[in-house]
C-alpha cells in the first residue's frame, strides 16, 4: 500500500509531515509505504534528522508550494508542479493508492476533484470528519466542501455518510440525521425542510429525522448532515470549545494528584488529532484533508485513516452502493 504524503502542507512543514510519517511507519502494519511529495532538498535535510524506516519511505521531487492566498480552483494551471498536485497526480496514474495533506483545503478538493474526479451519482464531494460525543463518534458531512447546497446534494451527502459509516465505522444500520433548529417536521430554511421530504421516503437510509445542535454531544446518531457553511462552523466551534475545557479542568482541578482525574483520557476524547484528518467523500480516490496547523500525532493518524480507507476498499464500496442507493432529489426548493 503507497500513502503520498503532502511533505508541505503544514504550517510547520516538512517537520510536522516527517515526524509524523517516521511514528506512522513505526506504530502501523509493515504493508504501508509512504511517498513524502514535496522540495526534495528540504525533505531529505529534515529526513537526516531521524532514524528513518528502511525501505518503506521515499521522496518525490515536487519544487512548488500552494500559498494560503492562492486560488485554489486555479492551482492545476498556475501550480502544477506543487505538491498537492504532483501527489493526487500519483495517485490518478496508480503510482499510490492515497494521498494525505494538511495544506489549502480549497487546494485539496479542487485538485481532488479534476485528478480523481467525482463517482457516479455524486454532484458534490462532501468532507466527512468525525465529532466526540457521550457514546461512540458520530461524522459530520459535509465540514466544509460546499458552501451553497441544494436537497439533492444533502441527500447524496447522506448517502455517502451512510456508506461510510457502515464500511469504515463498522455501524451495521447507521442513523443519520439532519442537522436544523428544530426537531419538528418543516422546520428550517427550505433548504433544510426540502432535504428533510426527501430524507424520509429514502428506505434505504435509517434517517431518524431533525436534530438540533445540542443533541449531538448525546451520541443520538451516527452521521449528522448539513451543508458545508454551517458544517464548518460547527467544526471549528466543536474543535475550540473542546480545548476550552480540557484547560478550564486542568486550571480549576490542578492542585489535585495526578491520579485524581485522567486528563490523559480526556484529552483522547476530545483532542481532534487522534482523528487527524478528514476523508473527501465522493470521489473516485483515497483524498484525507487536514488542519494547517496539525501536530506529528495528526498525520500520523491522517495516514492511518488512509490505510483503513485503502484496506477496506472504500472507494469500490462507496462506487456500488452509491449506484443502488442514491435517488433523484428536486433540483430546486420551491
Do not use: W
Request: with cysteine.
Amino acid at each position: 500500500m503507497r500513502i503520498v504524503l503532502d511533505a508541505m502542507g503544514t504550517d510547520d512543514a516538512p517537520r510536522i509531515e516527517v515526524t509524523g510519517a517516521i511514528e506512522a511507519l513505526r506504530e502501523y502494519e509493515s504493508d504501508v509505504e509512504l511517498i513524502l511529495v514535496g522540495d526534495r532538498e528540504v525533505i531529505d535535510a529534515e529526513l537526516a534528522r531521524h532514524e528513518v524506516v528502511p525501505n518503506r519511505i521515499s521522496v518525490h521531487h515536487a519544487p512548488d508550494r500552494v500559498q494560503a492566498d492562492d486560488s485554489p480552483a486555479s492551482v492545476i494551471r498556475t501550480k502544477p508542479n506543487s505538491s498537492i498536485v504532483v501527489g493526487l497526480e500519483l495517485q490518478r496514474k496508480r503510482d499510490a493508492d492515497a494521498f494525505v495533506s494538511a495544506g489549502s483545503t480549497g487546494a485539496v478538493m479542487a485538485t481532488s476533484l479534476f485528478k480523481l474526479r467525482p463517482l457516479p451519482g455524486v454532484d458534490r464531494p462532501a468532507i466527512g470528519t468525525l465529532l466526540p460525543t457521550a457514546e461512540e463518534q458520530c461524522l459530520l458531512v459535509d465540514a466544509g466542501a460546499n458552501i451553497d447546497c441544494k436537497p439533492q446534494h444533502l441527500v447524496q451527502f447522506a448517502h455517502l455518510g451512510n456508506i461510510y459509516a457502515r464500511e469504515i465505522m463498522g455501524r451495521p444500520k447507521p442513523r443519520i440525521a439532519l442537522l436544523n433548529i428544530g426537531k419538528e417536521p418543516g422546520k428550517g430554511d427550505e433548504l433544510s425542510a426540502a432535504a428533510y421530504e426527501v430524507l424520509k421516503n429514502e428506505d434505504s437510509l435509517n434517517f431518524v429525522g431533525n436534530l438540533e445542535g445540542r443533541d449531538i454531544i448525546e451520541g443520538i446518531c451516527d452521521v449528522v448532515v448539513c451543508d458545508g457553511f454551517v458544517g464548518n462552523v460547527l467544526l471549528k466551534f466543536y474543535e475550540s470549545v473542546a480545548q476550552f475545557i480540557v484547560g478550564l479542568i486542568k486550571t480549576e482541578l490542578g492542585a489535585l494528584t495526578e491520579n485524581a482525574l485522567d486528563f490523559d483520557h480526556i484529552f483522547r476524547i476530545l483532542d481532534y488529532s487522534e482523528t487527524g484528518g478528514a476523508p473527501l467523500l465522493g470521489v473516485g480516490g483515497v483524498s484525507v484533508i487536514c488542519h494547517g496547523g496539525s501536530s506529528s500525532k495528526a498525520i500520523r493518524n491522517a495516514i492511518r485513516v488512509a490505510a483503513q480507507a485503502v484496506r477496506s476498499d472504500m472507494v469500490v464500496q462507496t462506487a456500488n452502493r452509491l449506484s443502488k442507493s442514491i435517488s433523484n432529489a428536486p433540483e430546486e426548493v420551491s
